[in-house]
C-alpha cells in the first residue's frame, strides 16, 4: 500500500488554548477575574496568596484553585482563612493544564465571586507552557533564587503581567541586585510591573493589592 | 518533566488528523520543536511508545527539528543568536529584547498509509 505525506502544521497545543479561552468566556461571563501564580517551589506562593486574602476579603470574594503534584497542604491552610481553596492533584504531573483548571472552576459558584487565584504547581518551566485560561499572570521570584534565573528561564518572565519579588526582608543577606533586576525583566518583557514585596512582613504588598485592584476594576 | 502532558496532547492531535484521512496507520510523524519549551526527545519517544499502544500511531517513528531562539534588539531593531547566558546586544550592549521563535511546538506533517 502506497504511503501519503499529510501537511498538517498542527500547533498540538492547540486543544489546551481552546479549553483556555472557554475558560476565560466562562469567567467573563460572571465578571470573574483569574490570577494564575507561578514559581519555583518555595517561593512563598501560599504566603502570599495567605495574607493577600487576609487584606482584601472584606473588599471582594476570593477563591483559590491549589495544583500540587500530591497532599492538600496548601488547600488546608487556605481553607482555614474562610475562603473556597480547590485542590487539584496532578498525580506527578509538572504543571496544571486548562482542562484541569476547567473542573475546578465547575465546583466554584462564579455567581459569589470576584476573583480566582490559581496556585500553580511550583516549577519555573512546564508551567509557562500552558494557557489555564487565567486573565493575569503573576510570577514570584523569591531573593534567595537569585537575580539570574530570567536569563535561565526568559519564557515565564516574558509571559508575566506581574513579576513579584518575595523575601525582600532578606535581601540584605543574598547578592540579588535589585537596582538592576527591573531593566533586566523589561528589557524581555515591557508591559511587566515588577514589584518588590514580602508576603511574611507585609512590605510593598500595597503595591501588589493595588495592581489587583486595577484588575478587578478593568 | 511536562513531556507525558505533551504527548498526550500530541497523541490526539495527530489520531484525529490521521483519522480524518480515513488513515490505517501513522508511520511517521515530523515534529517541529522549539529549544525554550524544555521539551525532550528521549521523554517524548519514551512516553509515546507506550501511550501510543493499541493506536493506529503504535510503532510510528518521530523525526525532530529542534528550532532556536533568536534574540530582537528593541533599540538597534537587529535579530541576533543568543550567545551565552546573557541577553545583551551586539551593537548597543543593552539587553532591552525580545525572544524570536523558539516556543515553536507542532506537527509539521505526518506519513500515514
Redesign the interface.
Known sequence: ????????????????RKAADDNRALLDKHNVRMINIMSSPGSGKTTLITRTINSLKDRCKIAVIEGDIASSIDADRISKLGVTALQINTG????L?ALMTAKAMEKLDLEQLDLVFIENVGNL??TA?FDLGAHKNAVILSVPEGD?KP??Y??IF?DADIVLVNKIDVIEYFDFNMDTFP??I???N?EASVVPVSGKSGEGMDSWFLWLEEILTR | MHEQSIVSYLLSAALEDAQKDNAERIISIKLVVGELTGVEKDAVDFYFGFMSKGTIAEGASIEYEFTKPQLRCRECDIIFPRKDLFFNCPQCSKKAVEMVGGRELYIESMEII
Open positions: 500500500m502506497d504511503t501519503k505525506t499529510l501537511t498538517v502544521k498542527r500547533d498540538i497545543l492547540s486543544a489546551n506527578g504531573g509538572c504543571h493544564d518551566v512546564c507552557d539570574d536569563y535561565k526568559p519564557v516574558m531593566e533586566v523589561r528589557g524581555l515591557p
